[in-house]
């Protein structure tokens, strides 16, 4: 239902500047910046926050102070940052599996041209599919999609006057974590990673490991996510390292669980010493059980949880997706029969013939660029023409969902594995079956899985525009520009974390960073899995559709099974930090709730609190992003590793003593997180 009487905060008849170098400039260097954050975020732990409300806070403050900018340059300046978050979550989420396809085969494509390439076509095609739709999902549905971060950005662009107030307690947050990065990345005061793990021949509960990586980012995402989901992830992790692997220690012999390594890859064969879990070939035991078993059959029972999990999320939306797409029709053909006339500034899209040559052009260069997998010409239309077919239909589908529940709540990993299945049912269709058409495969999904996330994060922003009062046009071009840049950064930022440090190296990590314990990239080895499974039929079934039950078991239950099952693929020591943080945020909720204090959900995205904590996650990712550049140059790395005191402080405290000392720390961030949302 449209909203007739809405009138925006600049009214259509008014000139002020809007898309101007400036705005472009800016909005492109946050891009750069929150797109960067979010590859480290979303490597690390398979989750991304939203960049467009710090972005739209940061922007006021300094361009208002700095640059004299107006509130439609402002609102281009977060319109062109946001790409650069949504793009990076697209790519991590899926690119990262052409390292995992079957016998290395899609390693070659695992480069930065076809990193840059698939990203900026997939963040194109995001915002294209877009342009025919913003009239009647933005604003012909204006009083029913609330979007609610894109609301929350035009309150924020609103109060500008309020600006410095928001943006110093953002501004502080991330100046904490960054004090708290280099006390625990350089100089090592801080323990990156306490734990406790019981010993293998304890007789009634070997190997189970407790473990926390208590970085800012982490407390940082929990508090944003919130109690709820934050204990959901955690229950996941409690199930896979404090049950599932205990319970197989218990009673798998180690040459059993070694040979189930080599079959995966992690080790080279029985007799090498290595891989993980840390193998002796000599008195045929791992130096760390969980670890193995964690890689051999675990890793496995989540990523069958995980597909499972989004393919639900994805069923439950399907009445949602079918009116979408019948009404998207609708307006497709109305827009195209409408008569010509004056159109005020504040309707002002690009042409429909944009929509549609900028599909046919991208259709085109998926086909003639070598960059890109596939046999011959006729191959790469297939596959260019298969990402317009699903593109379409999923941007329009990812749009109606973030306009109800918001772009963190987004089921993309759902979309992306129906996107994947479908793409490989119809290779077999057509007797594409085998490794070589994996890659292929792999491209599809990928370039949907940006598609639909961009297009989510678009949806926002053209949501913030309307209610200012922006030009439709210029936010469309604005976006084209921020996808092409974020994706030059983002690319590189993905290729430098793959790159191993020495210290990866000593913890037995060889070529690729990325898959390891240090950046899991949980979403992009479930992508190659499924697509190795179905082409190849090499997939170890069992254990996958031990997965699978366990997210319908889950469901059933009334829990939210994908949330659950990520949490079963990752680490505890990602998930319980991340519980943490939500807990604290469970507790403000509670406390706000006893003093019956009622506030609507754009105040809490504006909260003290929320904004700190935004801060916690820009702060320690971008540091974490800058250390891991610097221990990727062996003239810094070496100072890096003279600044490190952790051997000291283990002399000193002892190993269980250094890592209380960082608990203390992060006992006290978590403090100082509630002092400031209390506020």
């Known amino acids: 239902m449209s909203d007739n009487n809405f009138k925006p905060f600049v009214p259509a008849g008014t000139n002020m500047k809007e898309l101007t170098i400036k705005s472009i400039l800016l909005g492109c260097v946050f891009g750069v910046i929150f797109g960067a954050a979010t590859v480290y975020l979303a490597l690390k732990a398979g989750l991304t926050v939203s960049a467009s409300i710090p972005i739209a806070v940061i922007a006021i403050t300094l361009g208002r102070k700095f640059f004299g900018t107006t509130i439609l340059e402002n609102n281009i300046i977060q319109t ?35 990193i840059l390439t698939l990203a900026i076509i997939g963040g194109i095609l995001g915002t294209l599919m877009m342009i025919p739709l913003r009239r009647s999902l933005i604003v012909k549905e204006h009083g029913t999609l609330p979007y609610p971060e894109g609301t929350a950005c035009a309150d924020v662009l609103i109060a500008g006057e309020k600006g410095g107030d928001f943006a110093k307690t953002a501004f502080w947050g991330l100046g904490f974590a960054f004090a708290y990065a280099i006390l625990q990345k350089i100089f090592h005061v801080i323990a990156e990673t306490p734990g406790y793990m019981t010993k293998q021949v304890n007789k009634f509960f070997p190997s189970a490991n407790l473990s926390a990586d208590i970085t800012p980012e982490y407390m940082g995402v929990g508090y944003i996510i919130g109690p709820r989901i934050g204990g959901v992830l955690v229950a996941g992790g409690v199930l896979s390292w404090l049950a599932l692997i205990p319970l197989l220690a218990s009673l798998l012999p180690a040459d059993m669980i070694a040979t189930q390594l080599v079959k995966l890859g992690y080790l080279a064969n029985l007799q090498t010493p290595g891989g993980q879990g840390s193998w002796d070939p000599v008195t045929h035991t791992f130096s760390d059980y969980a670890a193995a078993i964690y890689y051999a059959y675990v890793r496995q029972i989540g990523a069958g949880a995980v597909a499972a999990g989004g393919f639900i999320t994805l069923l439950k939306t399907i009445p949602t997706i079918i009116s979408t797409f019948k009404g998207s029709l609708g307006a497709v053909k109305s827009s195209a029969s409408g008569t010509s006339g004056e159109v005020p500034r504040t309707e002002k899209d690009l042409s429909l013939k944009v929509v549609a040559l900028g599909s046919i052009v991208l259709v085109v260069l998926m086909a003639l660029l070598p960059q890109l997998p596939g046999g011959s010409v006729g191959q790469k239309l297939l596959v260019g023409l298969l990402v317009v077919i699903f593109g379409a239909f999923f941007v329009t589908v990812s749009s109606r969902i973030v306009g109800l529940i918001g772009s963190s709540n987004n089921p993309i990993s759902g979309m992306t594995i129906a996107t994947l299945m479908g793409t490989c049912l119809v290779f077999i269709a057509v007797g594409w079956t085998g490794k070589l058409y994996e890659p292929m495969a792999l491209v599809v999904g990928s370039m949907i899985c940006i598609a639909a996330a961009n297009a989510g994060g678009t949806s926002q922003d053209l949501k913030s525009g309307y209610i200012v009062g922006a030009t439709p046009m210029n936010q469309q071009l604005a976006l084209f520009i921020g996808a092409i840049v974020s994706s030059i950064v983002i690319g590189l930022t993905v290729k430098f974390l793959d790159r191993p440090t020495a210290e990866m190296i000593a913890h037995g990590v060889k070529d690729h960073a990325i898959g390891s314990t240090y950046y899991p990239a949980p979403q992009g080895t479930l992508m190659a899995t499924l697509a190795k499974g179905i082409l190849s039929f090499n997939l170890d079934w069992q254990f996958v559709l031990v997965g699978v039950f366990l997210a319908i078991t889950i469901e059933l239950c009334g829990v939210n099974a994908l949330s659950f099952a990520v949490g079963a693929y990752l680490p505890l020591s990602t998930t319980l930090p991340i519980f943490i943080g939500g807990a604290i945020r469970g507790v403000i909720d509670y406390k706000k709730k006893k003093a019956n204090i009622q506030t609507s959900p754009e105040e809490d995205e504006l909260g003290r609190g929320n904004l700190f904590a935004t801060g916690l996650v820009a702060g320690g990712a971008v540091a974490g992003v800058i250390i891991a550049i610097m221990a990727g140059f062996d003239s810094t790395a070496g100072v890096l590793a003279k600044l490190n005191l952790q051997e000291g402080f283990i002399k000193t405290l002892g190993e269980g003593g250094y890592f209380i000392l960082g608990a203390a720390f992060f006992a006290f961030m978590g403090w100082y997180l509630y002092r400031i949302a209390r506020k």
Request: proline content about 3%; aromatic content about 18%.
């Open 80 to 114: 062109t940052g946001s790409a650069g978050e949504s793009i990076a979550a697209g790519v991590v989420f899926t690119l990262p599996g052409f390292l995992f396809l079957s016998d290395g085969g899609g390693t070659e494509f695992f480069n930065y041209i076809t």
